[in-house]
Each structure stands twice: as structure tokens, then as C-alpha cells.
């Protein structure tokens, strides 16, 4: 325009006059343009001016319609980070501050408006974007409770918030950026989140698919089972926004995988793998939309006994039919078409997050967190069957791509050119070259910094690393140059994290070798309100560990890793205590045995420091100015419920020595001073059993349970399961009546209840009651 304009100038001749009329061309010219930009980017302009290509879901970072603006979100730093990505620039423009715990992140179809859903703040931050021009937040939208996902309407109209504690979706109208409408009745923690585009322009007769994170008992079944929980998704219609159903995800009955015994069988281990094991879909994460199909990675359990490192967690993949709303019966174990891959070399599918689709071939990407790959499938139109893929330039492997540390999201461009995601360790963002083949990780852009060298902040980031990884890469052995990689398990098959997602809990009772055990959220471990955190309860259900290291044996005895201890070459793996599993009495303290180290850091040190420091707990969606609360807390101090669940840790529970005990702590291999016996022990039940077939341990019974955040496990209580309420635990009497000799005063239905209220109304934010 402007070249024209002065060539039109030109022309005009060169007298005072004749340059006046043309300036006054040129800046009505210019006025013309402003306004053209200023009519797209006007926020109060009416109706949308653009629509996604396909369905969209939730994502820790988003694409602007146009494939220009990249924003990742940075949970660490409360920021959001806007990468230009378009013509392969691939650098950081902006980041900018958020509120608490950013998780989810969206862009309005024509980019002019960009939301950040910040979990621990409870609110939904606004913020106006012009060309790259990334403006600070002018609004934070109160929602729910933790909110974590977001997912926008194909045509921008309508933002859909998952708010996973106070179990509901918030509905905001993108025009007045205002809530209109909560969604309850979706079920329990909500997570991930998908609209359906069916390319009419109307927003009001799509779906949305919303997963339940946690899998939920089948009536009937016997918790520890291999089949005995279920996955949900929530159905919701968008013209009314109204929960219309919800579809069943079951478990699969062969994972192909042969354990050597079955515990819930009472058949001890032999020397043959030959008895099938199942699996149940669990931390439903995300869901994709493609076609008729509606796609779920999910972390399979697989819980009944014996443990061993491939029969315990899988990598499923569900596919939900949206024609019939059920589950299409097409689930695949990702774990196996590794396993089956005739090239020795496997590094497995640990902990499926999330995924993302191509909008032209029927082809998806997988995002493995723990194993810092993400895996290519293939999906068959009309059965919806999912299928992995190898790598074409080596056909004996599966298509495995590297990408950063513990990925966390992934979207595809509008031209099927590339793939970004989001790793949360490494705070970066992966570019994935999808025209190469195979495809390939071609850049690597920062998103946020790392922790300073040498601080507190980097230790729990270390550890942060190796808790969430099934992998690990270590400083290099004395005078070698090579760093140490794997140890955290066999071929990258286990983490922490895949049984403590979120550094917290699965839900899963798993049959481990002291019998039925619930695990056991970690931030539960050290007292929240202690700035040094050196205050430790007594770990496992059991008294079994009394310090973060002895879940060394978990690596090595239940992921089949090498560990984290060495000998003094700095790779060989030093002696196990000999029967340290069950008696940490054993042996020297696990502090004082030598590390592999982090730069520099002690792995086990770092993963410790993770643990005390860096594990959020939930925050409970019931207020504390509630009247059945108060009552609630006044009944718990009455019964002296305290006297097993008081303190800041809101157990009794404690670690009252440096390591090693001392004479007569240890009794069977339990810190037996710190066991409870309130009735909660059954050995007649059927799932009382241990890994290897033998009588269950706790006739001596258990460490009593934080209630620190016990809102966020529903429906499976007590160490092995038994109780799917709040309401069952209250119903042992010889339980709610432990603090007061047996005299039962909680008899009363509607006092009982008044005290589940305020049970469930407990978290950081509530005042401890002090242990007698």
C-alpha cells in the first residue's frame, strides 16, 4: 500500500500543494489500515471471526488459530510463557506473570484473547493479545476448585474449566468473560477435557468428554483385583451445557504379560510365568476426539500379587465409540508392541499423559512423561482400532521420538508440520519435525529458567526429576566422562510418579509383600507446618520404612531398576541389606550408603528434598465457615480422634529416632510402637493376602492414615480398601470410638455425618488439632 502510495506521489508532481493532498492521502491510507487491524483485534467486537480447524482438549499449552503464537505454561513459576513459532522462529517473545500453579492454557480461535486456568488461585487469568503482543492479565475469572483443564468451543464462543476438587466445570462466556453456568454431577476430579467439532459453525450441538482421574470400585469386585476398578468419562451436551451420560471404561483382561503366581488365588510364586494378569484404566488424564472415536491414555493398574516390574503398571490406550457412547472394546496395551519389537534395546511406554491428533492422516502422538518419548500411533477410521508404530528408518524398533524431561503436553499445527510439547521438568518446549521420517525433535526452546546452582530450589527440582522419571541420568562414574543413564527401573518400565502421580496417590490397593496396601499419598510424609520439614511419620501402612531411602527397594525389588546405592566404583550396585524389606533395623542407615549423584547432588538427597518440599496437598472445595464443619471439628475433638489423627500431619505417627533403632523398636520388621489397633483388621477378608500367597501382616495393625487432604481419595479408604466412604470408616465402632476407651459417643447418624463434613473439609489451610 504504501509503495503504491508514493509511486501515486510521484506522479502527482512535486509543488507544496500537491505534497499536501498526497500526506493527506497517505494518513488516510493509514487510517483505513488501523482500522482494519483495529476491527479484528477489538475485544467488544460481536460473533466470532474465526473457528478451529478440529476438535479441541486440554493441553498445558495451545496453539493461536493462525499457528503464529505458541503459549506453555510454567506451573513453577506461576507464568505463561508465548513462543513465536511461525516461518520456524522458534524463539521466546514474552513471559508473563499469572497467578498460583498455572496448569491449562487456551487461545480464542482468532488469537486476540488468551486464558491460563491457575489451580492453586482458583481462577482463570484473562489476557489481550495484539499481533505478538502479549498484554499482562486485566481480569482473573474466580471459578472452582483447583482448576486445571481448559478446552474452548471450535468457534471461541464458550471456555470449558475443569475443576478437579471441587468436582464440577465452570462455563465462561468468551464475550463478557464471566461465568454463566457450573456443571455439576461430572464426577469425581475431572481433569481432562474435549469438544467435538462437527464443522457446522453452531457450537450448540457439539459434545464434550470429560475424564474422572481416578478410577472408581465396580460393585462387586474385590479391591487388589486386576479388574477391580473402572474408568470414567463424563458426557456433557453443549446447547445446555447438561450432563447427558457417561461411558464406562472397563478393564482388559489379558495385558500379555504372565506373572509367576496369583496372590488373590493363594498360588505362591513358581518358576514359570504363566498366569494371565489384567489391568484397569487409571489417571485418566486427557482425552482426544477423531472422528467417531474419543481416544484415552491412561496408566493401567494391575495390582494383584506377585510384584514384578512388567505386571504392575501398563500403558493403556482406550478408545470410547461416541456413535454408541461406550467403550469400544479396542484398548491396546502400548507395552507390548515394545515388548514385541525384536530389537533388544526397549525403553517402554511409562505413564501416558496425553496425546494429540493430525488433523489430515488418521495418525496421533503419544506423550510417555516418564519415559521423556512420545510414541506414534495409527487409528483405523471406522473400528476406531489404535495401533503403534515403528520407526521406518528401523523397523525392528517401535517410533520412539526424545523429547525433554517428563513431557506433559503436545498439539499439532494446522498443517500437520509440526508437533510442540511441553515438558515440565526441563521447563521447555520440544519442536517436532512431523514431514521427516521418522519424525524427530529439530529444536528445543526455553520456556522458564532453571533453579539457581547450589540452592535448596535445585535439589528439590533434582529430585523433582528423578521422582518422575523411569529412567534417570546421573553424573558420570570416578575418572570416567560417560553420564549414567537409567537405574530408576528395568527398560524404563516404572517411576515414582506412576504409582504417586502429582506426588500423590493412585487409589490403587496393591497386593505387595506385606499384604493389601492403599498407597499412600506423599505429602503426607513430613509436617507441612515446619520450615525445615525434618518431621517424618512412620512409612507404609505398616511401620516398615523409616526413611525415604528405604523405597530404594521399590526401584529395585517392584521396577526392576538398579538403583540409586553404589559401591565405591560408582556403578555397581551395593549389597542389600538382607531382609531390609521388612526390618529397617538391618543394616546401616540408607543416609549414610553412597549415592549417585546429580550435579553433584546425592540422587536419594534430591528426591528426599522433592518429597518434603516440593508436593502440594490438595485443597479441599468445602469451606471451613460451613456450620456442620465447625460442629464437625468440635464432635472429632470429643471422640479424641486426635489421639491418632492430631498434629500438623494429622496423624499421630512419628519417626522418634535418628536411624538405626534402637533395641526392641523394631518388632516383625514394624516400627511397632507407632501401630494402631482400631478394629480395621480382618485376616478372614478375601484380599488379605500377601504378594507371595502367605497370611497377611497386621494383626499388630496399622499407622493411623493422615487426613491431611483426604477429600481427594474418594470412595477407597482404609489400608486394603474396605471402606468406599467416609461413612463406612465411621460405621467400625471400635474405630470412632478408639480415643475414648470405647465409649462410643458419635452414635448418632447425623453427628457422624457432621464429622465426614469436616473431614472432607481439611487441608493445608486448616487449623491442626494437637495430638494428646
Request: proline content about 9%.
Amino acid at each position: 500500500m504504501w509503495r503504491w502510495a508514493r509511486s501515486h506521489v510521484s506522479v502527482l508532481g512535486r509543488g507544496r500543494r500537491t505534497w499536501a493532498v498526497a500526506v493527506a492521502f497517505l494518513f488516510s491510507l493509514a487510517l483505513a489500515s488501523l482500522a482494519v487491524d483495529l476491527r479484528v483485534a477489538d475485544p467488544a467486537a460481536k460473533g466470532p471471526k474465526a473457528r478451529f480447524a478440529g476438535p479441541t482438549a486440554s493441553q498445558p499449552l495451545a496453539l493461536s488459530g493462525d499457528d503464529r503464537l505458541l503459549a506453555v505454561v510454567n506451573p513453577d513459576d506461576d507464568s505463561v510463557t508465548v513462543i513465536r513459532v511461525s516461518h520456524e522462529r522458534n524463539f521466546k517473545i514474552t513471559e508473563v506473570a499469572v497467578q498460583r500453579e498455572p496448569n491449562g492454557v487456551a487461545f480464542l480461535p482468532d488469537g486476540r484473547k488468551l486464558y491460563v486456568a491457575n489451580t492453586v488461585s482458583g481462577t482463570v487469568s484473562v489476557m489481550k493479545v495484539h499481533g505478538t503482543h502479549v498484554f499482562p492479565p486485566h481480569l482473573h475469572i474466580p471459578v472452582g476448585t483447583e482448576p486445571y483443564g481448559l478446552a474452548m468451543t471450535p468457534n471461541g464462543t464458550k471456555l470449558y474449566v475443569t475443576n478437579a476438587r471441587s468436582h464440577d466445570i465452570s462455563v465462561i462466556d468468551t464475550e463478557t468473560d464471566a461465568v454463566v453456568r457450573t456443571i455439576r454431577n461430572v464426577g469425581v476430579e475431572p481433569r481432562g477435557i474435549a469438544v467435538t467439532n462437527n464443522g457446522d459453525g453452531d457450537d450448540l450441538d457439539e459434545t464434550v468428554y470429560v475424564t474422572q482421574f481416578l478410577a472408581l470400585p465396580i460393585p462387586g469386585r474385590i479391591d487388589g483385583a486386576d479388574d477391580a476398578k473402572k474408568g470414567l468419562v463424563t458426557v456433557i451436551r453443549t446447547s445446555d451445557d447438561t450432563v447427558v451420560g457417561s461411558v464406562d471404561l472397563n478393564p482388559i483382561a489379558d495385558t500379555g504379560f504372565k506373572a509367576a503366581g496369583d496372590a488373590l488365588a493363594r498360588i505362591p510364586p513358581g518358576p514359570a510365568f504363566v498366569f494371565t494378569t489384567g489391568a484397569y484404566p487409571n489417571q485418566l488424564n486427557n482425552i482426544a476426539v477423531r472422528g467417531n472415536f474419543a481416544y484415552v491414555p491412561n496408566t493401567g493398574a494391575s495390582p494383584n500379587g506377585p510384584v514384578r516390574f512388567n505386571v504392575n503398571t501398563q500403558s493403556l490406550l482406550h478408545v470410547i465409540d461416541r456413535l454408541t457412547g461406550e467403550d469400544a472394546g479396542k484398548t491396546i496395551n502400548m507395552h507390548l508392541a515394545v515388548a514385541q519389537q525384536s530389537n533388544p534395546a526397549r525403553l517402554f511406554i511409562t505413564q501416558p499423559w496425553t496425546m494429540a491428533f493430525k488433523h489430515g492422516p488418521d495418525e496421533g502422538y503419544v506423550v510417555s512423561a516418564a519415559s521423556n518419548i512420545v510414541v506414534k500411533v495409527a487409528v483405523d477410521p471406522v473400528t476406531g482400532q489404535p495401533t503403534v508404530q515403528n520407526d521406518p528408518s528401523d523397523p525392528t524398533r517401535v517410533l520412539q521420538i526424545q523429547v525433554g524431561k517428563n513431557p506433559r503436553g503436545i498439539v499439532v499445527n494446522s498443517t500437520d508440520t509440526r508437533a510442540y510439547v511441553m515438558n515440565f521438568v526441563s521447563r521447555d518446549v520440544s519442536v517436532i519435525d512431523l514431514t521427516a521420517s521418522p519424525e524427530r525433535e529439530v529444536a528445543r526452546i526455553p520456556a522458564a529458567t532453571l533453579p539457581p546452582p547450589g540452592s535448596l530450589a535445585e535439589d528439590i527440582h533434582i529430585g523433582k526429576e528423578l521422582y518422575h522419571t523411569s529412567v534417570g541420568e546421573f553424573d558420570a562414574a570416578p575418572g570416567t566422562s560417560t553420564p549414567i543413564r537409567g537405574r530408576m527401573s528395568q527398560a524404563g518400565w516404572g517411576a515414582c510418579s506412576t504409582c504417586h502421580p502429582f506426588g500423590l496417590s493412585d487409589n490403587v490397593v496393591w497386593i505387595f509383600a506385606a499384604g493389601p496396601r492403599r498407597a499412600i499419598s506423599q505429602h503426607t510424609d513430613f509436617d507441612p507446618t515446619d520450615p525445615t520439614r525434618q518431621i517424618q511419620r512412620a512409612l507404609n501402612w505398616s511401620a516398615i520404612f523409616d526413611e525415604q531411602q528405604d523405597f530404594e527397594l521399590n526401584i529395585r525389588g517392584v521396577s526392576g531398576g538398579l538403583g540409586l546405592f553404589v559401591q565405591a566404583d560408582g556403578v555397581t550396585p551395593d549389597n542389600m541389606p538382607p531382609v531390609a524389606a521388612f526390618d529397617p533395623a538391618n543394616g546401616p542407615p540408607n543416609t549414610t550408603r553412597r549415592q549417585l549423584t546429580v550435579q553433584g547432588v546425592p540422587a536419594w538427597d534430591a528426591i528426599k528434598a522433592f518429597v518434603q518440599f516440593g508436593i502440594r496437598p490438595p485443597i479441599s472445595p468445602v469451606p471451613e465457615t460451613d456450620p456442620d464443619v465447625r460442629l464437625g471439628r468440635s464432635l472429632f475433638i470429643s471422640a479424641n480422634c486426635q489421639l491418632c489423627h492430631g498434629g500438623p500431619q494429622w496423624t499421630s505417627s512419628r519417626v522418634r529416632y535418628t536411624p538405626p533403632p534402637g533395641p526392641g523398636v523394631i518388632v516383625n520388621g514394624q516400627i511397632i510402637g507407632e501401630l494402631k489397633q482400631v478394629g480395621t483388621f480382618d485376616p478372614t477378608s478375601f484380599n488379605e493376602v500377601r504378594a507371595n500367597a502367605a497370611p497377611p501382616l497386621g494383626a499388630a495393625g496399622f499407622t493411623p492414615a493422615s487426613l491431611l487432604s483426604i477429600h481427594a481419595f474418594p470412595q477407597t479408604f482404609l489400608h486394603n480398601g474396605a471402606a468406599s466412604s467416609l461413612d463406612e470408616v465411621l460405621d467400625n465402632v471400635a474405630h470412632r470410638s478408639a480415643g475414648t476407651g470405647g465409649v462410643d459417643t458419635l452414635a448418632n447418624p447425623a453427628d457422624r455425618a457432621r464429622l465426614v463434613k469436616f473431614l472432607l473439609s481439611i487441608d493445608a489451610a486448616t487449623e491442626p488439632i494437637p495430638v494428646p
